[in-house]
């Protein structure tokens, strides 16, 4: 029987081989349940990351509260101001003051629109800083490309 066992190999021998192909199968699979608990863990470790460079940064709240309310505020102001010049235009009798309001209008929006990558930053800052890498290389990209047309 022993030739035989060393042969074919023993009951223990058998066993240890059908538990390392069974650990090999297993780390080949991906299940749902360990996605979700990597998934976890990922979102645990960027709201550490945040918590704590926020903790680190507090210092900067108000340099950084002033800059978003003013390039936020700017952006705000030039829309509404292309918005009530476009509106008091439907009021005017005179053709040349309606060109000028037109005109006033499409120049404050274009403005405004310059600044849609500067408040797009602002806002990911505050409402998504974890996923800040990502978008600062979208918006930086839109940067580049609204420079090199002007």
């Known amino acids: 029987m022993s030739f035989f ?9 058998l066993t240890s081989v059908v538990d390392g192909v069974s650990k090999g199968l297993d780390a080949l699979v991906y299940t749902d349940e360990e996605k ?8 645990s470790e960027a709201r550490a990351m945040v918590v704590g460079w926020m903790a680190a940064t507090q210092g900067q709240n108000l340099a950084r509260r ?10 705000l102001g030039l829309y509404l101001i292309s918005v009530i010049t476009s509106f008091i235009a439907i009021f005017v009798g005179s053709d040349i003051t309606v060109n ?10 274009n ?3 310059e600044l849609n990558n500067a408040v797009m930053l602002i806002l990911a800052f505050y409402f998504a800083a974890p996923h800040m890498g990502d978008i600062a290389k979208a918006v930086s990209g ?8 002007g």
């Open 5 to 13: 066992g060393k042969l074919f190999g023993t009951e223990k021998a």
């Open 36 to 43: 979700a608990n990597d998934a976890a863990k990922d979102r």
């Open 66 to 75: 002033l800059i978003a309310l003013s390039i936020t505020g700017a952006w």
């Open 100 to 109: 000028k309001l037109l005109a006033a209008s499409a120049l404050s929006k």
């Open 111 to 113: 403005s405004a629109i």
């Open 142 to 149: 839109k940067f580049i490309q609204s420079t090199n047309k």
